[in-house]
């Protein structure tokens, strides 16, 4: 069974720094997809963030230049690097995954199976 553990999360100014890291865990090899989510209470879940097998991201517009997904496959572990943090980045952020080729890693919530608990960022002005 794929599990998926978030950690990192918490408090920080704006403007501050933060490093979320997500676990991946019960699956051979390296899925298709990985990225991260947030929801801000109110809001809709967003993707934030992907990476590719083979490396490539994508990024939503509120965090171009300013968060970094990365991937270490040897410690099966995701990682979101957040810069600049804005009271607006304030939202439960969580890892998902899938491993289906045919799809976009640009995606909506839906379409990835694995998904982690969720770990909360607050961003104070």
């Known amino acids: 069974q794929v599990q998926l553990v978030e950690s990192g999360g918490g408090s920080v100014q704006a403007g501050g720094s933060l490093r979320l890291s997500c676990s991946v865990s019960?699956?051979?090899?390296?899925?298709?997809?990985l990225a991260w989510f947030r929801q801000a209470p109110g809001k809709e879940r967003e993707e934030v963030a992907g990476?590719?097998?083979?490396?490539?991201?994508n990024y939503a517009e509120s965090v171009k230049g300013r968060f970094t997904i990365s991937k270490d496959n040897a410690k099966n572990t995701l990682y979101l690097q957040m810069n600049s943090l804005k009271p607006e980045d304030t939202a439960m952020y969580y890892c998902?995954?899938?491993?289906?080729?045919?799809?976009?890693?640009?995606?909506?919530?839906?379409?990835?199976?694995?998904r982690g608990q969720g770990t909360q960022v607050t961003v104070s002005s």
């Open positions: 998902a995954a899938h491993d289906f080729s045919f799809l976009s890693c640009a995606a909506t919530w839906a379409n990835f199976p694995h």
């Open positions: 019960g699956y051979r090899g390296s899925m298709y997809c």
């Open positions: 990476i590719r097998r083979d490396g490539t991201t």
